[in-house]
Every structure is written in C-alpha cells, then in structure tokens.
C-alpha cells in the first residue's frame, strides 16, 4: 500500500525524490528535493513542518494508526535533511526529541520500538549519546558557568535545550540505568543557564 501524504501541496514545495519502506510493507512517497539550493533549508523545513503537524493532528485525533507512518515520514525526512547539509545536526535533534516528546504525551500507549519518534528509550538514549559532555564535566561547568567561555556556555545552554523534551519522557522510561542516568541529567537542568 502507498501513502500519498497530499502530493498537490508536495509538488507546491518542490519537486522531490523520497520513498521509504515501512516495516509493514507500507510505502510513503514523497516526491522531490530541492532544485534551488539557496532555499533548501527553507523547503527542507517546510516540508517537515508539515508532515509533523499531520503527525499531531493524527496524534490527536485518529486511533494512532496513522501516527506511526507520519512519525517514521518526518525521522526519514530530518535524517535526509541533515545528510543535504541544508538542515543542521542539532536543528533535526532538537526537533525530534521535542516531536517524540509530544507524540507520547498525546498517545502515552502509543510506544513503538523500532519507530525513533514513538520509543521514549531511543529518544533517551539518543541525548545521552548528544549530550557532548560527560555529566560529571557539566555539573562542574554549571556551577561557575559565568566564567566560562562563550562556546562554553553555549554548550551548556544547548543541553539545557536537550533537557526540556527529555524531561517528559522522564515518566515513559523503564525503571533502570536508562531512567537513572536520565533522572541524574535532569537534577542539572536548573543550575544550568
């Protein structure tokens, strides 16, 4: 079966090349990428932006069938965008830590492993691996962090960040080490600037 997520309005963004399988067998196509590279950012983003409001909007109102192909739609489209270098690194994190942690809270039994999007472990482990810093380094810089550097203090503003959609996925984690180390970041989260 193919999904068409609403070609007509794709096509007004630009022309692109995009077909993913899902587990199911189900296929989302997309067509195109950017022919005009000075707005690619911007085409790339449009087009995430709309396929994660259909993923919310599926989130809540649909019984959650829908949810998980839109959800593996946008985790395709943020690893593509950052692979064009049009999107960066941190800007396709952020939104898929903030877009995991909306999804569960609408559809807390919605948890699906293997989908990244809809998996409150993956979305965890993924900010442990992002973090940059061990923690016993960031507790050491939050406590004088007015006399870092500004890099320095961007780094820990930047976790700050991180920390926010992480704190509501604090609840959906297994007990554990996972929700151990998790809960030890977030303690931080409020000495940091």
């Known amino acids: 079966m193919t999904m068409a997520l609403g070609m ?4 007004d963004l630009a022309p692109w090349e995009l077909t993913e399988r899902l587990g199911s067998g189900e296929r989302i196509a997309v067509a195109g990428s950017p022919h005009d590279p000075s707005s690619a950012t911007n085409q790339w983003l449009a087009l995430i932006t709309m396929l994660t409001q259909r993923a919310v909007a599926h989130a809540r109102t649909d019984d959650g069938s829908e949810v998980r192909d839109y959800a593996v739609a946008v985790d395709v489209l943020l690893d593509r965008a950052e692979a064009s270098g049009a999107v960066s ?3 396709c994190l952020v939104r898929r830590l903030n ?3 909306l999804l569960l809270r609408l559809r807390p039994t919605d948890r699906t492993p293997g989908v990244r999007l809809l998996d409150p472990e993956d979305a965890a482990r993924t900010f442990l691996e992002e973090a940059g810093m061990p923690l016993s380094e960031a507790r050491a810089s939050a406590r004088d962090w007015r006399s870092r550097t500004l890099p320095e203090i961007r780094a820990l ?6 920390l926010g959609p992480v704190a509501d996925l604090r609840p959906r984690l297994e007990p554990g ?8 970041w977030l303690a ?4 940091l600037p």
């Open 188 to 191: 931080l989260r409020p000495e």
């Open 177 to 184: 080490p996972l929700g151990e180390e998790v809960g030890a």
């Open 99 to 101: 877009l995991t942690s």
């Open 8 to 11: 007509r309005e794709l096509n």
């Open 157 to 162: 503003r930047r976790l700050k960040n991180l």
């Open 89 to 91: 690194h941190d800007e």
